[in-house]
């Protein structure tokens, strides 16, 4: 086996060159090369020829053009004799007394001081590595405070309980505190540690269902809500996805037509109210509490819908009925439904029920409860003192519990905080989740209108969330993120096509190359060779 | 002392004898006379320029007289013919008055070894033609029979540039075949004093032969040998380029002045009587020095300006001074290191 050595000289010259760092100097030397050898080539092509010597001297001596003719080839044999004749004692004066052209010129002067200068830079010491500031100790200062702002307001909201108020009181006077250092200047570690703070306050209290307490009687409730078919989703959204989800499980159970289904489901309830209070697990037995309160109430509210929208049916029915056979139908009409129906005659009927519905969508009642197609065209159908009465009685149906308002500003803190988060840390944003439309579905609501946005569902859906369609006949794109100019964040841009309305797709867009801050290009000279490496290698190549 | 050193030396010696012979009659011309002598040493014909009586014709003469030459005088007339200067074929007749059917040549002027060809502008192109066949060539072909000109052979022409009325001037043709103009000027006061008191008294005896036939033809043989090194043929040819407004080497001066530069003959008059003057001077090769000195007197009369010029007041010599002036002698990395 051939062992390879390497002399002490060209180690020491590895080293000396690997212990310095500025890439310029291989840049350097490597010009100096290319410099000797262009030199040499410049110093062939102008050496001076044989008659440019003698030119040279013949100037120098005042010899009117002997030497040069003395040495010219198309001088006549006879004459150049008695040239070089003429010449001889010339020559001889010329090397006497020291004509010859000096070697050295100005140019020269480079040489020596390129050497110097390059000795010199070989045998710096290495310099230390810039000093960069530690991570997360750059001053950060927040200019949009929005988030904040709404995390300080967020045990304000109504329809809190004390309690819930109480407990939001710890975020809000942490995200207060948070917004006055960042307002004065704060490093960026202990920004984010604030936040991080407050999130973990937030997810605590968004997990408190699946503390370790809680678990026995969490289980036992679910266990017991599973017993019966129809509570069983109910069950599952206990479970798995919160308050909000289990409220809205109760609107659909209490608001269920046949009272024998809305009793099983009330007394599956009660049931398990019982088993997470004997299990000790008082945040369960509150939330079904909550939902017991609010059963009767749910479920007044339901039939009161129900009869309205029966009683328009039946109204709507007979009016169809009257245009068909105006005798028969007469019969059958009572004073209420004719002076009702007097706001709908023939002919104005659609137009004035389009404008009654188009008054109802407006308001803030929730239409995805039960048979929300028989509550829409009831609407459409329905007089004014019908239109109000069934507007507040389905506000009364959707009112949520304490614990779903609760789990709702828990989960606005919780996005709140994410944003300031990735602001504060310069990472793009997280893409905000598009709510869904007023018709979309709930995303484990498979028994309702609409389809999964992973469209693995049959049923169809008008896939509008809130972002506006972007038309055009090509790609167009449309910023999600506002670009901050001042401090080059990365930003990342979503565009959204016609062509494909369900896919969403990221467009790089020239703002996001806007300019680089100062932790790209940290960054980049973070990615050099440590110095550590470095000297680990100068070892190997001293150790010989 | 190899040969050509003695012949160096005796040339040297030759001409400045025969310059100092001239000197005593022609007197305040030193630069007229080099000139004139470097143009008999290089074979060559001059055209001299001045006003009457500033001694053209009397240098002409004693010039002949000093080499031991055949020397005849062709007073330039308007009603001169080609016929009056060749000569011709004429009848002979017997003692009765009788022809004999037989033509003898009768040789006219132009058959001397030196001819002064006395105000020839005012004759006609047509007979200041006759001369170009004898100043280029060397010969006179009457008849149809060629007939060689004695050796050496040289012309000597004057003209007067201030009588112009009646006077043909030389086309350019004729002008080239000149080898030098010579500019005769007007002496000084101190020379004129002395011409005065030289020129008023006795009629002094004339100068001797100072240089034989054979010498002359020696020197001529001699001077066309004297080395040109190739730096003086560039420098000679760059002067030469120098006068052509069409070529790029030209000055600013020379494309606004000049509408004809000087040709080939220009060059050739440069390195000829370049080496005429360094013969005269006992140095065997030609120098820049010495085609400089050269190169009024042997490209003046090839310029051709324009009449802008003229009207200017501006001279062949004003271009030519600037066109010399602006060439460098040596290669620009000989200058460099000096």
Redesign the interface.
């Known amino acids: 086996m051939a062992s390879t050595s390497v002399s002490p000289e060209l180690a020491s010259v590895v080293r000396q060159l690997w212990m310095t760092p500025q890439s310029w100097l291989l840049v350097l030397l490597c010009l100096a090369l290319l410099g000797a050898v262009g030199g040499s080539i410049r110093a062939k092509l102008l050496s001076p020829t044989d008659e440019q010597i003698a030119l040279f001297f013949d100037r120098r001596l005042g010899a009117a053009q002997e030497l040069v003719a003395a040495i010219d080839p198309t001088t006549p044999g006879p004459f150049r004799s008695c040239l070089s004749q003429r010449a001889s004692p010339q020559l001889d004066t010329v090397i006497n007394s020291g004509m010859l052209p000096g070697y050295w010129r100005n140019f020269h002067l480079s040489l020596p001081v390129t050497v110097v200068v390059g000795v010199l830079l070989l045998n710096l010491p290495t310099p230390a590595p810039a000093a960069l500031p530690e991570v997360g100790t750059r001053s950060m200062r927040l200019h949009n405070d929005d988030d904040l702002v709404a995390l300080e307001h967020l045990d304000e909201a109504p329809g809190l309980s004390e309690h819930t108020r109480a407990e939001l009181r710890t975020v809000t006077q942490q995200a207060a505190e948070l917004r006055k250092k960042l307002q004065d200047g704060v490093s960026q570690r202990e920004a984010l540690a604030d936040v991080a703070q407050l999130q973990n306050t937030v997810s605590e209290g968004l997990a408190e269902l699946n503390a370790p307490e809680q678990r026995a009687g969490l289980e036992a409730a679910v266990a017991v809500l599973r017993q019966q078919a129809q509570t069983s989703s109910a069950a599952q959204a206990l479970e798995s996805f919160g308050a909000r989800a289990l409220d809205e499980e109760m609107r659909r159970l209490s608001s269920a037509e046949e009272r024998f289904a809305r009793q099983q489901a009330k007394q599956a309830l009660e049931e398990a109210e019982r088993a997470a209070r004997a299990h000790n697990a008082d945040t369960i037995s509150r939330q079904l509490s909550e939902q017991l309160e609010l059963w009767d109430n749910r479920t007044d509210a339901a039939q009161q819908v129900h009869d309205l929208i029966r009683s328009i049916e039946e109204r709507s029915e007979m009016g169809d009925a009257r245009r068909k056979d105006p005798a028969k139908a007469e019969a059958l009409t009572t004073p209420e439904a004719d002076g009702a129906q007097a706001d709908l005659a023939p002919g104005q009927d659609d137009g004035k029920a389009e404008r009654l519905s188009a008054g109802l969508e407006h308001s803030t009642v929730d239409f995805s409860g039960p048979d929300a197609e028989r509550i829409e065209r009831a609407s459409r159908l329905a007089s004014r003192a019908e239109r109000q009465a069934l507007t507040k009685a389905l506000a009364k149906l959707q009112q949520p519990s304490p614990a779903a308002k609760r789990e709702q500003a828990l989960m606005d803190a919780s996005q709140a905080l994410s944003r300031l988060q990735s602001a504060l840390s310069d990472r793009p944003s997280p893409l905000p989740t598009p709510t869904p439309g007023p018709n979309a579905p709930a995303p484990r609501d498979t028994h309702k209108r609409g389809a999964s946005s992973s469209g693995e569902s049959a049923a169809s859906g008008d896939h509008q969330g809130q972002s506006q369609r972007v038309n055009g006949t090509e790609l167009q794109a449309k910023t999600e993120q506002s670009m901050d100019l001042r401090r080059g964040q990365v930003t990342a841009t979503v565009g959204r096509s016609v062509a494909t309305a369900t896919r969403e797709t990221l467009v790089p867009t020239p703002q996001a190359l806007h300019a680089l801050g100062p932790e790209q290009i940290e960054s980049v000279e973070r990615a050099r060779v440590p110095s550590e490496y470095r000297e680990q290698v100068s070892r190997y190549f001293s150790a010989d | 002392m190899?040969?050509?050193?003695q012949s160096?030396t005796d040339a040297q010696t030759q001409v400045a004898a025969l310059k100092s012979a001239l000197s005593t009659v022609v007197i305040g011309q030193e630069q007229v006379l080099d000139e004139v002598l470097w143009a008999l040493l290089a074979c060559g014909n001059v055209l001299l320029e001045g006003a009457p009586g500033l001694g053209k014709t009397l240098l002409v003469k004693t010039l002949s007289n000093c080499l031991d030459l055949s020397f005849s005088r062709i007073q330039f007339t308007p009603d001169l013919m080609p016929g009056d200067i060749t000569g011709g074929n004429v009848l002979l007749l017997d003692e009765q008055g009788h022809s004999t059917g037989r033509f003898e040549l009768h040789r006219g002027p132009l058959f001397a070894q030196l001819v002064l060809a006395d105000e020839i502008n005012r004759a006609s192109p047509k007979t200041q033609s006759a001369l170009l066949e004898a100043m280029q060539e060397g010969s006179v072909t009457i008849s149809g029979t060629r007939h060689q000109l004695p050796s050496p052979f040289m012309v000597l022409a004057t003209e007067n540039p201030i009588e112009m009325e009646g006077t043909y001037p030389l086309p350019e043709a004729q002008l080239d075949r000149f080898l030098f103009k010579i500019m005769v000027p007007s002496p000084t006061p101190s020379v004129l004093e002395s011409i005065l008191a030289a020129t008023t008294g006795h009629a002094s005896a004339s100068p001797t032969t100072v240089i034989q036939r054979a010498q002359l033809l020696e020197l001529q043989s001699l001077c066309r040998?004297?080395?040109?090194?190739?730096?003086?043929l560039h420098y000679a040819s760059r002067i030469t380029t120098a006068t052509d407004p069409m070529a790029s080497s030209s000055t600013e001066r020379v494309r606004a002045s000049v509408r004809f530069g000087a040709g080939v003959r220009g060059g050739q008059a440069l390195i000829l009587g370049g080496k005429a003057r360094?013969l005269s001077a006992g140095?065997?090769?030609?120098?820049?020095?010495?085609v400089r000195a050269v190169a009024k007197p042997a490209l003046r009369h090839r310029l051709l300006l324009s009449f802008e010029s003229e009207s200017l007041g501006l001279s062949c010599d004003d271009v030519l001074s600037e066109v010399v002036d602006g060439i460098n002698e040596?290669?620009p990395?000989?200058e460099q290191?000096?």
């Not at chain 2, 190899?2 to 050193?5: F, K, L, P, Q, R």
């Not at chain 2, 140095?283 to 010495?290: A, G, I, M, T």
């Open positions: 190899t040969s050509i050193e160096l040998d004297v080395a040109v090194p190739q730096a003086v360094a140095r065997p090769n030609v120098s820049f020095e010495d040596l290669p990395e000989v290191r000096l």
